[in-house]
């Protein structure tokens, strides 16, 4: 029987994995702080030019933190709703990201997975060309999109976002401008309690460096999938490194969580083992999956 002609469990027979834990969450948080002052002691001591791959092992690091601010945006890193939320929005912030406004943009994506009309992830479709693939892996539509968000946050207009209700719509709002509050702020005092070029070292540029890769890494979750509802179908689980899996809390089984949101990171190992020989997309490592995708491009 192939993987496509196979249905998934219930979500009633995955109930089992959905335990949801403090102590998991916050060991997870701990090894992903440590890993931020590791490569930021790196940035501070490098000498010379050998900053540059200090900056970007930190913001390698910096932007592995959507994997949190994903996780939490479904209430389920952490037992705790505060930890969930308290984490979930810090989380956010180095990369632009607001918490408030991301739980109704994903909402609407798990929703509506691979709907040309009505899933957000596609309001920047697919490249289809290598011209729009090398675009968006340099992350300009991503800033752009980032950045008109907080505009908008800011002006207290939300109505370009279908997925933000009237009624959450002063939330999200007050949100976004903490949210720039709170870096404009923090840019202030660490450029007055250091010196000037601190935002630039420790921020914007490891920011700049590494969000590529992050385009990399989220290309893989549905390109080439199908456009339907089928959840073994239309999401990719890419096989890879423990360090990967350990760095992105899991997020490589990603078809197991598109199945079954409701399981923590910790126990999406163990959907894997149940869903494996079900998925027909289940990929050996991004390298590979990048090479064919570029070959299939148009030039």
């Known amino acids: 029987m192939s993987a496509t002609s196979m249905e998934a469990p219930g979500a009633a027979e995955m109930k089992a994995l959905a335990t949801r834990s403090d102590a998991a969450g916050l060991r997870q948080t701990a090894i992903h702080a440590a890993l931020l002052l590791a490569t930021g002691a790196l940035v501070a001591l490098a000498p010379g030019w050998w900053v540059v791959p200090a900056m970007l092992l930190l913001g390698l690091v910096q932007v592995a933190l959507f994997a949190p601010f994903h996780e939490t945006s ?8 505060r930890l969930n939320a308290v984490v979930g929005w810090l989380s956010g912030l180095p990369a632009l ?36 693939y090398l675009l968006r892996v340099l992350s300009l539509p991503y800033w ?18 279908p997925y933000i209700g009237a009624a959450a719509a002063p939330r999200v709002i007050r949100s976004l401008r903490a949210e720039v509050a709170v870096l404009a702020g923090g840019t202030l005092l660490a450029g007055l309690a250091f010196d000037w070029q601190a935002p630039l070292l420790y921020w914007l540029g490891p920011q700049l460096l590494a969000q590529p890769f992050l385009r990399l890494y989220l290309l893989a979750e549905h390109t080439g999938c199908s456009t339907d509802r089928n959840g073994l179908t ?6 890879t490194t423990p360090a990967l899996r350990l760095l992105m809390w899991n ?3 990603h078809a197991e969580h598109h199945l079954y949101p409701f399981i923590p990171f910790h126990r999406l190992a163990e959907a894997h083992a149940t ?3 079900r998925l027909a997309h289940l990929q050996p490592g991004y390298a590979r999956f990048h090479a064919d995708l570029v070959r299939s491009l148009q030039p």
């Open 144 to 161: 752009r999109f980032r950045l008109a968000v907080l505009r908008d946050g800011l002006r207290g207009d939300l109505s370009a976002y």
């Open 234 to 239: 239309n999401t990719r689980t890419v096989l």
């Open 97 to 132: 990201y607001n918490w408030h406004f991301y739980q109704l943009y994903h909402t609407a994506h798990h929703r509506f997975t691979q709907d040309p009309e009505r899933d957000p992830e596609l309001a920047t479709p697919p490249p289809e060309t290598r011209g729009g």
């Open 275 to 277: 869903l494996r020989e």
């Open 74 to 81: 479904h209430y389920t890193a952490f037992a705790s709703r």
């Open 251 to 253: 997020m490589p089984y």
